[in-house]
Every structure is written in C-alpha cells, then in structure tokens.
C-alpha cells in the first residue's frame, strides 16, 4: 500500500444541505481516499486547518451506482465519505464559513 501525505487523503468537502446542517454541531463531511484510515483522516484534518482538534471521525464506504445509457451500461466509481467532528474547544474551519 502507498504512504498517503495529508493532503492526498482529503478530496474534497462535500457541500450538501445535511452536512451544512451538521456544522452547528462542528461535524464536517469530507470526500476521503479509499485506502485513507480514521487516523490518517484526523491527522489531515489537524494538519490542513489550523487550530482544529478532531474529537471523533466516522467514515462510510459507498458503491458506485449502476447506470444505463442505450444499451451500453456502466457503473460510477465507488467512494468514501468521512464525517469529522471537531472538539468544543476547537477553532471553526474557515474553509465553510459564509456558505
């Protein structure tokens, strides 16, 4: 398996309005790499934006769905999402902040 770098282990944010609900509870959504682990997640997080301290990460796989075109038929590519729950104590992610 590759050593992932912090900043190969987070993809993107992911902009929904659930996870913009969770941020009044410092809950982040993250797009994550497949391989990436809980504590490759949290030290990313802490790493990237300053100040924050990451309490809790919860991570889901997801499969990619099937989809049809014609006759032709293929298949999204499969993804992983992480929840990252910050401590009380912790500086805000800025990144968020104005949306």
Known sequence: MADLKFYDVILKP????KSMNAMAEKKYTFLVQKTATKGQIKDAVEKMFEGTKVEKVNTANYEGKTKRRGKSVGKTSDYKKAIVKLNQD???????QGM
């Open 90 to 96: 912790s500086k805000d992610i800025d990144f968020f």
């Open 14 to 17: 992911v902009v929904t309005e």
